[in-house]
């Protein structure tokens, strides 16, 4: 069982908006503004789409936002597109010890 | 251009050791954490444990599932993160990511290809 729990699976049709939440404690998402977010395509290693909570690195799109509400993190991707179909794990500081959610499998209809 | 890559992945028989390879390039590797994840197949990704960098004590920590059990070791000279591996289990069997973290936050921003462990009698 993941320290943080996100839903299995969301989808959504290109074009559309999708949100993606994380759910952990006091200990960990709650306590620190330290959630980052990652895609994982089939067969391939993750890559960094979100930090600090809300900032993107160099080169990902302005259509994937992240968001913090008490011990709850969120990840919203906006116009949808094929490319965007993934799996997405959340992740967050916890002291000495980093704590990942279970994965997300984001389908595009 | 940043590049991590794993090596030393294999097959192993339960109870048995085996030593990860993570060869770092295009950074400074004395500079950064490095970390550990696994991914068993067709399942989520799990934080192995990490290694601080030589300016934070270069100590580490470690998972609960492994702690007692896999050793994170580094050599700044060389530029490679190892994870040894002892006493290894079937639930094991996964592919090994090293990353370089941002330290202390804890943010992961590059990845090697990962490195299979397969642990079966």
């Known amino acids: 069982q993941s320290a943080l729990t996100q839903p299995r699976s969301v989808s959504g049709s290109p074009g559309q908006s999708v949100t993606i939440s994380c759910t952990g404690t006091?200990?960990?998402?709650?306590?620190?503004?330290?959630v980052s977010w990652y895609q994982q395509h089939p067969g391939k290693a993750p890559k960094l789409m979100i930090y600090?909570?809300?900032k993107r690195p160099s080169g990902v799109p302005d259509r994937f936002s992240g968001s913090k509400s008490g011990n709850t993190a969120s990840l919203t991707i906006s116009g949808l597109q094929a490319e965007d179909e993934a799996d997405y794990y959340c992740c967050s500081y916890a002291g000495s010890r980093r704590v990942f959610g279970g994965g997300t499998k984001l389908t595009v209809l | 251009e940043v590049q991590l890559v794993e090596s030393g992945g294999g097959l192993v028989k339960p109870g048995r050791s085996l030593r990860l390879s993570c060869t770092a390039s295009g950074f400074t590797f004395g500079d950064y954490a490095m970390s550990w994840f696994r991914q068993a197949p067709g399942k989520g990704l799990e934080w192995v444990g990490f290694?601080?960098?030589?300016?934070?004590?270069?100590?580490?920590e470690y998972a609960a599932s492994v702690k007692g059990r896999f050793t994170i070791s580094r050599d700044d000279s060389k530029s490679i993160a190892y994870l040894q591996m002892n006493s290894l289990k079937t639930e094991d069997t996964a592919v090994y990511y090293c990353?370089?973290?941002?330290?202390?936050?804890?943010?992961?921003?590059?990845w090697g290809q990962g490195t299979l462990v397969t642990v079966s009698s």
């Open positions: 290694i601080r960098s030589k300016a934070y004590g270069g100590t580490t």
């Open positions: 600090d909570v809300s």
């Open positions: 006091s200990s960990d998402v709650g306590g620190y503004n330290y």
């Open positions: 990353t370089r973290e941002w330290f202390p936050v804890g943010y992961f921003d590059y």
